[in-house]
């Protein structure tokens, strides 16, 4: 079942950016926060600051140190966290979505940033 962490976890995720494609999420909390139950889905998180956290599903439990400035990683998964650590936790989640076709050899395709 998918929890999305935007709405178990008001206080601590935000959408920062949304299109077909991705869906950005800031996260953000404090030493001692423990979160409810969420899902995410295939994603990578970026993480801002270093953190220390137990990340829990089913039963099972594992810790986990990151510092600041690396991009990680996070298979799908279900799980609840803690902020184990006497820092806080500044992250972004980059989400994917079921993925686009890729039109081959178009030429129309826009280069750089855009705003969706």
């Known amino acids: 079942m998918a929890l999305d962490p935007v709405e178990t976890n008001p206080g601590n995720y935000r959408i920062a950016f949304e299109n077909e494609r991705v ?30 956290r137990r990340i829990s599903t089913n039963g099972r439990s594992m810790d986990v ?3 600041a400035g690396v991009a990680r990683w996070l298979p799908a998964q279900h799980h609840s966290g803690e902020n184990t650590g006497d820092t806080g936790t500044h992250t972004f989640f980059i989400e994917l979505k ?7 050899g178009a030429t129309d395709e826009p280069l750089g940033p855009a705003d969706s």
């Open 23 to 52: 869906r950005v999420l800031e996260y953000t909390d404090e030493p001692g926060h423990a979160t409810s139950e969420h899902s995410h889905p295939d994603s990578v998180m970026i993480t801002l600051s270093s953190f220390r």
């Open 65 to 67: 140190e990151l510092p």
């Open 98 to 104: 079921e993925s686009a076709e890729v039109r081959a």
